[in-house]
């Protein structure tokens, strides 16, 4: 598929009466705005390129599927129909993403790993919104307020696990696709739970938003094909994480790449 046709297929699966667009060819961006709310977004087209060669079709229903979820929360927020303290949760991002809104609010955030920080969000069903220092007033609530119901909050998600064995090493998932999977590593009561079934290693990974791997690691081997998993799902998610993998011990994450260094 070619820029254009992929511009034309956004188009077509957006429509035209509520939205209005802007093709900026020497920048690969397209621009969509909400004719209702007059805002808008602006979508790099070669990074969807790059995901629909390798997932076709749903990687244009996922684009399609986020713009639209994005415009109807910012609906609901002119309506103030989302600040809700119950609705806070906990969201992983990799320590590159931006401190600051679009709009240049800072995010609320927390200190998690050297490759990982902690950001919080309002749940809006569908998705989520990303917590700045402009909505405190509206949530009436402090930093710490929001830090501490979040905490809570991640405590009450399922953490059902798909179990799969590789070369004498067992891989547990999280995969609820309710935007927190990656969010249950900040579960320790869930962790130390998974601890005590582990017979090696316990190694967890957050290569995107929307998968936690638990790996008990019992060969060397296991180290390679959790890397290997982790990549992969890393290359694949709309909202990548990290590459790299953590070891669990005494409650402390450690990245794997730094336990190799000092063997």
Not at 9 to 27: A, I
Not at 95 to 118: M, V
Request: proline fraction near 3%; avoid cysteine.
């Amino acid at each position: 598929m070619k820029t254009e046709q992929l511009v034309e297929e956004l188009k077509k699966r957006l429509g035209t009466q509520k939205f209005v667009f802007s093709y900026n060819r020497k920048d690969d961006k397209l621009r969509v705005d909400h004719k209702t709310l007059q805002k808008g977004m602006e979508i790099h087209l070669p990074g969807i390129l790059a995901k629909y060669n390798e997932r076709k079709g749903q990687a244009i229903h996922d684009v399609v599927y986020t713009i639209e979820q994005t415009f109807l929360a910012m609906e609901k927020e002119q309506n103030e129909e989302i600040y809700h303290l119950s609705k806070i949760y906990p969201v992983i991002r990799s320590t590159s993403f931006p401190l600051k809104s679009k709009e240049g609010h800072a995010f609320i955030t927390a200190d998690h790993t050297a490759e990982t920080r902690i950001f919080y969000a309002l749940d809006l069903g569908a998705t989520y919104r990303l917590i700045d220092e402009s909505m405190l007033l509206k949530l009436n609530a402090t930093p710490d307020q929001i830090r501490e119901i979040a905490r809570f909050s991640v405590r009450q998600l399922p953490t059902n696990t798909k179990k799969d064995e590789v070369a004498g090493n067992v891989f547990y998932f999280v995969n609820e696709n309710d935007g927190y999977d990656a969010s249950r590593i900040l579960n320790e009561a869930f962790l130390k739970q998974m601890r005590e079934k582990i017979e090696g290693d316990m190694a967890i990974s957050v290569p995107h938003q929307d998968v936690l791997i638990i790996g008990d690691i019992r060969n060397e081997t296991g180290y390679d094909v959790l890397a290997q998993m982790t990549m992969h799902f890393f290359s694949i998610g709309r909202v990548p994480i990290t590459s790299l993998s953590f070891v669990y011990e005494n409650g402390e994450l450690t990245p794997i790449f730094i336990l190799a260094k000092n063997r």
